[in-house]
């Protein structure tokens, strides 16, 4: 039976710093210093978030693809349940890993209602542009909005219902509170017979995916995972009038077996003090100081269907790769 479920379903996550000069104000007097992982997703950032999802190190992608490629028509069949299916889709970026199961849905049905949600515009725009050039029967609908803040769904008409698609691990960029509150604020805004596409990174195993598969997915030997990680301090370089010499940071992974999650950093290699003109602040570092700029939570079999359950959505279908090292999961509202 569903938890109870907050009050307001536009409001999800914590929203108090909702600027970039309070969040890095905040996070580098923090002790010890962290910054959000939202802001590393400038073009820049999605440009090189983007390699990362064609390195050979980084599976995720590719396992993720791997499954819908295989399974999207059933996903789709199932989510639409003889309706006509509309397709949101929270946090898509270029919307690339989505093509299978939006053709699956076009196969099913011929034109298809797609809703991507996210806050970037440039990306939501190429996204468009392509779909409209190359999958002619998808009808793109564009929502720029931060969805751990504000989630207003469009109504359905009669007879359609949604799959929300949240795919790609992004749940596991967030604490498992944050989490389980984003999953009971999308089940407060959908309808029933909705349902929820959730793409998990599962975590390692004795006999299969190993801690060294998990750190290389995130230290990969042509260097991409560490030039988007210091694209941070190259970000508060150009927009906070910051000197952060980025020779003087390593980029860091370390797997935290306590929390089942990658945790990136910044490390300061020397004794420094940052300036940071725009928040008129100086910032020092000692050598071997960190700056933790991401978690990436990798989740256990079983975990998922419990958090999805006291979200309030039914009990899940599941479907995974032969190794048992991603998961995508079917619930409905
Ligand atoms: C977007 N997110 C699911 C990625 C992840 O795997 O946690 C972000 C990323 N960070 C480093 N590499 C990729």
């Not at 090189?48 to 992608?61: K, M, N």
Request: net charge negative; proline share 4%; aromatic share 8%.
């Amino acid at each position: 039976s569903a938890e109870i479920l907050p009050s307001d379903p536009c409001v999800l996550l914590d929203t108090s710093c909702t600027t970039i000069a309070e969040t890095v104000r905040e996070g580098l007097t923090a002790s010890p210093k962290t910054l959000p992982p939202w802001l590393f997703y400038d073009r820049d950032g999605s440009d090189l978030f983007d390699r990362i999802t064609q390195l050979p190190e980084y599976y995720l992608t590719r396992i993720e693809r791997s499954i819908f490629a295989a399974d999207a028509p059933e996903m789709m069949a199932l989510a639409a349940c003889g309706e006509k299916l509309r397709v949101v889709e929270i946090g898509a970026g270029s919307a690339d890993k989505t093509r299978l199961l939006l053709a699956a849905a076009a196969d099913m049905q011929g034109r298809v209602s797609y809703h991507p949600v996210d806050v970037s515009e440039s990306a939501l725009e190429e996204a468009k542009e392509r779909l409209q050039r190359e999958m002619p029967e998808i009808h793109c609908h564009p929502q720029v909005a931060d969805y751990t803040r504000d989630l207003r769904l469009t109504p359905c008409f009669d007879g359609e219902r949604r799959v929300v698609l949240f795919i790609g691990s992004s749940i596991g960029n967030f604490l498992p509170e944050e989490a389980s509150s984003l999953l009971r604020g999308l089940r407060l805004a959908l309808d029933r017979g909705d349902s929820i596409l959730l793409g998990v990174d599962l975590a390692p195993t004795a006999d299969g995916k190993s801690i060294a598969n998990l750190t290389a997915a995130y230290d990969d030997g042509a260097g991409v995972t560490a030039q988007f990680n210091k694209n941070m301090l190259v970000r508060l370089n150009r927009e906070l009038d910051a000197d952060f010499d980025l020779d003087s940071f390593a980029h860091r992974i370390r797997w935290n077996e306590d929390e089942s999650r990658i945790e990136m950093h910044l490390e300061s290699l020397i004794d420094q003090r940052i300036r940071i003109d725009a928040l008129d602040m100086n910032v020092e570092f000692a050598a071997g100081e960190t700056i933790h700029t991401e978690n990436s939570y990798k989740y256990r079999i079983g975990e998922v269907e419990k958090m999805l359950q006291s979200a309030g959505f039914g009990h899940p279908q599941r479907w995974r790769d032969e190794d048992g090292w991603f998961a995508v999961y079917l619930a409905q509202a």
